[in-house]
T-cell receptor, first 112, second 117 residues
Framework: EDQVTQSPEALRLQEGESSSLNCSYT??????LFWYRQDPGKGPEFLFT???AGEEKEKERLKATLTKKESFLHITAPKPEDSATYLC?????????????FGSGTRLLVRP | GAGVSQSPSNKVTEKGKDVELRCDPI?????LYWYRQSLGQGLEFLIY????????KSGLPSDRFSAERTGGSVSTLTIQRTQQEDSAVYLC???????????????FGPGTRLTVL
């Protein structure tokens, strides 16, 4: 069964304390892996797409990496405004169609 | 430019009533998606439109749920005879390219929070 698992469920960091969020997946026919940020009461905001193992993308304090089994979202020297839920989603082929399968997210809190 | 918009932002209804939720995608986006997000949970796929057709309705939880899209633009998600377990945030997303292709990032609206009493 296709599955996307994110860990940890919640993470508390001090401002400036770097860390990583994990997204592991078991899907057949991976076409892409997406990272989103979601603030309370809002829809997810697109961050990155990764297509192949070894690929990396960066945006400000965030860096996403991809292997054949998992993706990491590295947060360097986070600030309180980075507090949000980070969602990972995998685009996979299911039967004759494609689906975007979401993990349940990591809630990040960065304290000043 | 304008993003994905959804209306209403909040809807409170009584059990057994029908509700309609509306989504206006980003202009020019051919693909449109509906998701459901329960409190503290990830996104649950409901339905995908490519143009006006729905190649994938597999996520609709029951026959009380239906959706349509007209003119390749606005979409309406209808829930008939609502139940308390239908309470959730309903999110709409659109993308420029089909789901099967590359560079098909989905852009989300703010959601409609549905509460069934």
């Amino acid at each position: 069964e296709d599955q996307v698992t994110q860990s940890p469920e919640a993470l508390r960091l001090q401002e400036g304390e770097s860390s990583s969020l994990n997204c592991s997946y078991t899907v057949s026919g991976l076409r892409g892996l997406f990272w989103y940020r979601q603030d309370p009461g809002k829809g997810p905001e697109f961050l990155f797409t990764l297509y192949s193992a070894g690929e990396e993308k960066e945006k400000e304090r965030l860096k996403a990496t991809l292997t054949k089994k998992e993706s990491f979202l590295h947060i360097t020297a986070p600030k309180p405004e980075d507090s949000a839920t980070y969602l990972c989603a995998v685009q996979a082929r299911v039967d004759s169609s494609y689906k975007l399968i979401f993990g349940s997210g990591t809630r990040l809190l960065v304290r000043p | 430019g304008a993003g994905v918009s959804q209306s209403p932002s909040n809807k409170v209804t009584e059990k057994g009533k029908d509700v309609e939720l509306r989504c206006d995608p980003i202009s020019g986006h051919t693909a449109l998606y509906w998701y459901r997000q329960s409190l503290g949970q990830g996104l649950e796929f409901l339905i995908y439109f490519q143009g006006n057709s729905a190649p994938d309705k597999s996520g609709l939880p029951s026959d009380r749920f239906s959706a349509e899209r007209t003119g390749g633009s606005v979409s309406t998600l209808t829930i008939q005879r609502t139940q308390q377990e239908d309470s959730a945030v309903y999110l709409c997303a659109s993308s420029h390219r089909p789901l099967a292709g590359a560079n098909n990032e989905q852009f989300f609206g703010p959601g409609t929070r549905l509460t069934v009493l």
